[in-house]
């Protein structure tokens, strides 16, 4: 019984994070134009972890998008930048998009 409940506590433990991210994400208005599984306006979130996977210069590449916008990357519709997104909420939000699988 004691193995189930610390299963279940680290399964709770790696979630939470997800979610809290995920939160951020709608907060901030990305979840209009953004889904994690499917194409939007723009990418879906595994796309862009899949097209990044192994780049370590990612985080910060998207974190700059994220805040600045971007465009030919994915299509010819630009991301627009997003004012509201601190530098380091950014950076949250890039690690949480290259999270997704």
Known sequence: MKHVFLIM???TSLAAPAMADEALAKSKNCMACH???KKLVG????DVA???AGDAKAVDALSTK???GGSGV???IPM???PQVSEADA???AAWVLSQK
């Open 9 to 11: 506590a680290a399964m």
């Open 35 to 37: 889904a994690v599984d």
């Open 43 to 46: 990418p879906a979130y595994k």
């Open 50 to 52: 899949k097209k990044y």
């Open 66 to 68: 994220i805040m600045k």
């Open 74 to 76: 994915w299509g010819a």
């Open 80 to 82: 627009p930048g997003n």
């Open 91 to 93: 950076k949250k939000l």
